[in-house]
């Protein structure tokens, strides 16, 4: 059985580019969600869809947005690169959302570097 | 706001040895999950331990159990036999209604 594939897995942007993550989530699991980790904020919550649903948002501007489409599958958008969203971003998927009873598999993660 | 604090940014402990690591939480809600998350240097989280809030009964998995103490809002992780693979961060994670929030993590060592 796959894991969460996250592709890619590592680009360069330079800042004011705009930037597309992948997320595959594992076969059956309907829910995706997105965390950015650095080392000065940790991990922080971005997003959670659910059947293509957003369910929960973070504390993140405008500039961060994602999708969910009917295959599971997810896409996280930033537009206007900063220097600070350089960052390690996760997907993680489970077969339901908003719940601590469906545990979480990673991605192996995608690294952003703004330049 | 649910907030999850891990005090230890660092800890070591010889192979074979026990370690604890220490996490506290602050919420209101009544219903929610601790988890206890691995980050070997891959980077690739896996599940280590889950804990139910409404269970007394402390979760184990094999050479990991936790202390859950609901009243004190404590969770920490005991890692017994350490293992060289054991080494990698690790983070405390609070579930409630709304989103996953995490502790800042906490890097241990495994000396030979």
């Known amino acids: 059985k796959a894991g969460v594939t996250q592709t890619p897995r590592y680009l360069i942007k330079t800042r004011g580019q705009q930037v597309t993550l992948s997320c595959s989530p594992i076969?059956?699991?309907?829910?995706v969600s997105w965390y950015q980790q650095t080392p000065g904020q940790g991990l922080q919550f971005l997003f959670e869809?659910?059947?293509?649903?957003?369910?929960n948002k973070g504390n993140f501007p405008g500039r961060f947005s994602g999708r969910q489409f009917s295959n599971s599958r997810s896409e996280m958008n930033v537009s206007t690169l900063e220097l600070g969203d350089s960052a390690l971003y996760l997907c993680?998927?489970?077969?339901?959302?908003?719940?601590?009873?469906?545990?979480?598999?990673f991605g192996a993660g995608s690294r952003l570097t703004v330049l | 706001a649910q907030t999850v604090t891990q005090s230890q940014p660092e800890m070591s402990v010889q192979e074979a040895e026990t370690v604890t690591l220490s996490c506290t939480y602050d919420?209101?809600?009544?219903?929610?999950?601790l988890f206890w998350y691995k980050q070997p240097p891959s980077r690739q989280m896996i599940l280590v331990i889950r804990?139910?809030?409404?269970?007394?009964q402390n979760a184990t998995e094999n050479r990991f159990s936790v202390n859950f103490q609901k009243a004190a809002k404590s969770f920490s992780l005991k890692i017994s036999d350490s293992q060289l693979g054991d080494a990698a961060m690790y983070f405390c994670?609070?579930?409630?209604?709304?989103?996953?929030?995490f502790g800042a993590g906490t890097r241990l060592t495994v000396k030979p």
């Open positions: 994670a609070y579930r409630g209604n709304n989103d996953m929030r």
């Open positions: 869809y659910f059947s293509e649903t957003q369910r």
């Open positions: 993680a998927s489970s077969l339901y959302a908003s719940s601590g009873a469906n545990v979480l598999t």
């Open positions: 076969s059956g699991h309907r829910s």
């Open positions: 919420t209101s809600e009544s219903d929610y999950y």
């Open positions: 804990q139910e809030a409404y269970k007394q």
